[in-house]
């Protein structure tokens, strides 16, 4: 009569373990390789300058347009208008952004960054050029060019350069 057993168990405890389906799961592969840019943006980004992500990426977006309408940071930001809401009040709070009437629209609002939060920003663009340099060491600059352009396709921007992304694709 047949019994279950369970499998023997590997000779070598440091034996390469097999990924199986997953070696070719795009999602695997980004949730991989998404702990990593997370562990050097704690590194660089989050441990000196004390921000999140969502702070670092508005500070960097406020910096590259003089001033927005709430509604287009919560959508290039991908978050709902109640938690843009907070963030922007923090954001105030800290003296790092204002909102301003519009004065094309008085109904709206536009956010505008503080001297202060600009100084904060030129300090964000610099830690992102340190960890910028930390990926090129694993990445060339052209594979990390494409690697940006394949992504931004991935998640549907509306400004993906699609068709040279496809024509580096195709290439290679």
């Known amino acids: 009569m047949p019994t279950d057993t369970p499998p023997a168990h590997p000779k070598k405890t440091n034996a390469v373990v097999a990924l199986g389906g997953l070696r070719e799961t795009l999602g695997f592969h980004i949730a991989k390789a998404a702990v990593e840019t997370g562990k050097a943006f704690t590194a660089f ?53 204002s909102r301003l009437p519009n004065p094309e629209d008085g109904r709206s609002q536009l956010v505008h960054l503080t ?27 052209a594979e990390s060019q494409l690697l940006n352009r394949l992504l931004i396709k991935l998640y549907g921007a509306s400004d993906a350069p699609t068709s040279d992304v496809t024509s580096d694709v195709t290439s290679e």
């Open 45 to 97: 980004v989050s441990e000196p300058l004390g921000l999140r992500k969502v702070e670092y990426s508005l500070l960097l977006i406020l910096q590259a347009n003089p001033a927005l309408l709430p509604k287009q940071l919560a959508s290039v930001l991908s978050i709902t208008a109640p938690n843009l809401t907070t963030l922007l009040d923090k954001f105030e709070q800290q003296g790092w952004a």
């Open 115 to 141: 001297p202060s939060g600009r100084a904060l920003a030129t300090r964000c663009e610099e830690v992102g050029a340190d960890m910028a340099a930390h990926w090129v060491a694993r990445l060339s600059q």
